[in-house]
Structure formats: C-alpha cells, structure tokens
C-alpha cells in the first residue's frame, strides 16, 4: 500500500512538473468561460423588459445574435407542445405536397388524434389517407426520430411570464446549481479533451522508450505499476480540472454577489466530483489499456472524440416535449438538449440515469484496468516491449 | 503483374497493423451511429465533418508503417520505387476511408430509412457527398502523410493535422462561406470551390510527397 502511494505520489508530482500541461489548463479556462459569457457578465437573468423584448425582437429575426439565445423562452405545456407539432408539421406536409394545411390541422387538433399514442399512428394514417395514392411512399411521417424537426419544449412568453419563471427557479435552486450542471455538461467535455492530449503521452512514454527491459528488473507488482500510474495521472488530470472549475467558481460567485443571486461557492464542485470526475477516470483506464496493447492510443483518439461528442441529439415524447434522459453510454453527463441553464431542472429519472452512467463507468473502469495488469504482466515476463 | 505485387506487399503490410487500422476505420463507419441525422443531406454532411480525424489517423499509421514496425531496412533494400510504394498506400488508404464513409451513409440509411424519401435519396445526389468526401480525404490525408514522411513520427503525424482541424472547425465556425472554409456542405454555394481548394493543396502535398518519397525513407534509414 505504500509503495502505491508512492507509485501515484510519484507520477501526480512528475505530471505536474511538465510546464505545457499547465498552459493547456489556461486554454480550459479560456474555452471554458467563453461558452458562459452571458451567464457571467452581463445582468443575466435580471434583465428589464426592454431588454427581454429587444433579445426576444433579435432572436425572432435569427439576427445571428447568439447571446441570450434559448433563456428567454418559457416551458410549453404538454397541450401546447401538441399543438405547435401539428401545426408544423401540417404546415411542412402542406408544403410539398397537394394538402389542406389549415383544413388537416383543424380537424387532427379538434379530434385529438395521436394525442395519447406515442407513436403518432392515427395521425400519419389520416395524413395518407388525405394524400393521392402516387405521393404517399415520399411522405415522411411523424414519429421519434423526425420528430426533431417539428417538436418543441419552449416558447418565447411574455416578459411577466419569464420573470415567474425565473423567480420560480431561484426559490428551489441556487444559480450555481444550476450553472454548476451546465459546467459539468460543457467543461466536461471540453476537459475530456484536455484529458486525450494528457493521458496519451503519458502513457506512451513508456512503451515508446521501449523500458518494459528496464521494468522487468524491478520488483514491483505489476498491478501497482498500473495503478499506481493510473492514479498518479488520473490525479494530476482532475487537479487541473479542479483549478478550471475553481476559477469558473470564482467568477460564478462574483456574478451572484453582484446581481444578489442565491449561490453556494460548493455548487460547482459538487457537480465536478459526481459528475466529472468518473468521466476523466474513464478516459484514462481506456488509454491506458490501449496503450498497453497498441503502445499508443492514437487509433482510439477518433472513436473516444466521437464518443465524447456523441449524445446530443434529444429524445422527445409523444408530444414534442424534449425528455431529460442520460444515455449510459454516453462519456460525460450530457444535458445539452437546451442551451439555456435554466432548462437544467432535471426530472428524477435523470438522477437515475446518471448513477446507472457512473456504475457503467465503474464497470469499464474495473475492466480496463484488470486487462492492463495482466497485458503488462504478460510483457514484464517475456520481455517484449 | 508487378503492379500488382507491390499493391499486394503493400496489402500485407498494412494487415501487419490490421487492428489499429481496424479500430480507426470502424470510428469512421460509426459516425451516423454516434451523431444521428433526420435527412440524407445532413447525415452526408455529418459524416464530412467528422471523417477527417479518423483519415488523419489512418493515414499517419499507414505512411509510419516503417517506424512501428521497424522496417527502415528492409523498406529500402527492396528493388521497388520508393515513390511507387507511396502511391500505392496512399491509394489503399484513400480507397479504404471512401469505403467506410460509403458505409457509414448506408448505416445511417439503415438507422433511419425515413431519409431516403426526402431531398436528395437518388444516387445522382449522391455524386456531390462523394466529390465532398474525396476531397476532405484526399487533403488530410496527403497533410498526414507529408507530415508523417517529414518528421518520421506517426505521433507527430497525427498530431498536427488533428491539431489544424480543430483550428480550422472554429475559424469556419466564425468565418463562414469564404474560399476556405472547408466544413460547408451544399448549405454555401462556394462550397465546391472550397473543396476543390482544398483538393489542390492536397494534391500539392501529394505530388511533393510522391516525388521524394525516395528521400524521405533515405533520412528515415540514415
């Protein structure tokens, strides 16, 4: 045990002394807060209605204006999410090909239909049914996958509206709560990154210099090795992340002390340690394995980015409604479905989610690690490097 | 005949690194599957995007194929064209990741085969995606082979082209529609120019490549 302890002393100490590494965490921090800025700098979310009317005026004529963009709006309720889906889709049918758009949309609204089937099968019939027999194999229909296209969960309210809203929120939550969700969503998977550029020539290094000779001398277990490594590594990963999230923290609090927001300086770090952290974990025992078995992990880079980037696209109910669902699979808690902080109220379920996502990890983790024992074993006696 | 000896030497040697390569090509095949589309368009224009990283990492393993396998010597007593050799993977690797983007769109048409009835499901739409795809690949892979043959370093190789995407995908994402944007698709009506700027600095690295492949393999047995 001690000899691990110094094994992971050993390489967080010597991982720490590498100077680019330090400079990467700026570009974190850069990267980072750049996603935040409105959150951060400006009098978000107390703006006066002038201004609310003037951002919503802005988003509404898709000026290109970016900031402010998704907070304005105000969740739809089941009723009307419903509404607005038919009616976009009607106006999509009626658009390519010979239909009543006004008509078709009247009657589905006024007879309910689809309205309680999750696959919206009465409504695609009726659509058919409407359509010459020449054009209904074109029609794209109505269902999970399309329902992207035509579904929504929020709409542009009246300023009172998102005032409630917002207030509504801020009685339950502090703003860094949910700004600390946010972080863990974005700065994840942008440390998720950072990690890739760290683990992979730490781990190679190694394989690289063809030491496992120079290894196979030493008496030490090959399980420590590894996971003296892999902790040492791990470690210095997550202090770096730590000092990002720190900062992020900092300005968070100043933000909430400036604008009188209720916030607890913990928040951010909550979400770091529960949220983050096992993803980094993750990352790191995939490397290490791979660079076990390949001496480098640069064939995994593609598949890891793209599992990283991987899971934003949203699930949405029979309604149009977006459902917050943490896929398993997935790298890192992906809450992206909306852009904006204060549509991170999370239903139950996604707590579920995200603790069958860590125990996943866990799993992959355990895995990972085993097999780059017995790989490393397996080298250390034959000598190959 | 003795085309084809060397495109088979060249075939066993990259089965020599067939799970590496493996892996690589399987993330390119498995973009519908991570970023899933609702129209053939977007699941043609997703797999544009994205498919630069694995053919950077392709092409950086197939051109350090020396390094990894420590083949310097035997690569350069070998009675063949240095450059012929370099064509001849350069072909393979290029034929390889066309194919796995093929696949890739047939697996997203497969996932969702809703799409193919929208704008753009005949195989005469189909010649833009491929012109799209050709030239992402013909121009990352020709910068990861220079950059592997420059440096001699399948890290570096990588790396560095890795590296000039992630660049380039943020410029684009600021300066969009301009001559060298290389991530627009149909959307821009510059969109085949940028490709076919991209496709002649590709082919200026190509060429360079080719025609010093001989030099390179010198340096790399020096």
Known sequence: MTLLCRMIAFHFRDTLKRPLLWLGVIVVFAVTVLQFPDYLFTDFPYLTEAEYN?????????????????????PVSEEEAYENAVRAYCAYVALNFPLDGEKATETILSSRLSYDDEDWSALNAYILSEL??????????????????????????????????????????????????RLADIGGTILMMYSFVVFIPLFSAEAGNDLFEVLRTKKIRPSVMIVGRYLGFSGAVIFYGLLSTAAVDALTVYHCVTLGLPFSVL?????????????????????????MVFKTALPVIPLLLFWTLAGSRPIRNGKGQIIMRQQFWNVTVRISNFRDIFFTVLPESFYTDVMIHKAFQLCLILICLAAAVVLYDKKIRTGES | MKQRTLMGFQGKLLLSSKIKLSISL????????????????QAEYTIDRFIAVPVIVVFAEIFALEQTNHIVETIYITKMRKNALYLAR?????????????????????????MIRGEGGSIGALLPALYAWFSTIFFFGAFAMTMTAL????????????????????????????????????????????????????????????????????????
């Open chain 1, 267 to 291: 928040d951010l770090f909550r979400y770091y340690f529960a949220w983050v952290v096992p993803s980094i974990l993750t990352v790191g025992a995939v490397i290490g394995l791979f660079t």
């Open chain 2, 151 to 222: 440096t001699g370093k399948y890290a570096v190789g990588a790396a560095v082209p890795i590296l000039f995407y992630v660049v380039l995908y943020f410029v684009d994402y600021f300066l969009t529609n301009r001559i060298t944007s290389l991530f627009i698709y149909r959307s821009q009506p510059i969109w085949p120019w940028s490709k076919l700027f991209y496709l002649g600095i590709g082919f200026v690295l190509f060429a360079l490549c080719i025609l010093k492949a001989g030099d390179f393999l010198r340096c790399e047995r020096a």
């Open chain 1, 132 to 181: 010459p027999p020449e054009k209904r194999e074109y029609v794209i229909p109505l269902n999970a996958e399309t329902m992207v296209n035509f579904g929504g969960s929020y709409t542009y309210g009246t300023y009172r509206e998102y005032r409630d809203y917002v207030d509504g929120l801020l009685k339950e939550e502090n703003y860094t709560d949910f700004m600390g969700r």
């Open chain 2, 26 to 41: 399987l993330s390119a095949v498995l973009i519908p599957v991570f970023f899933r589309s609702t129209s053939l368009y």
């Open chain 2, 90 to 114: 350069f072909l393979i690797a290029t034929g390889l990741m066309m194919g796995a983007a093929v696949l890739g769109l047939l697996e997203a048409v497969l996932l969702d085969p809703n």
């Open chain 1, 54 to 74: 003037r951002e919503i005026e802005a988003r509404l004529e898709r000026s290109g204006k970016k900031n402010m963009a998704g907070e304005l709006g105000v």
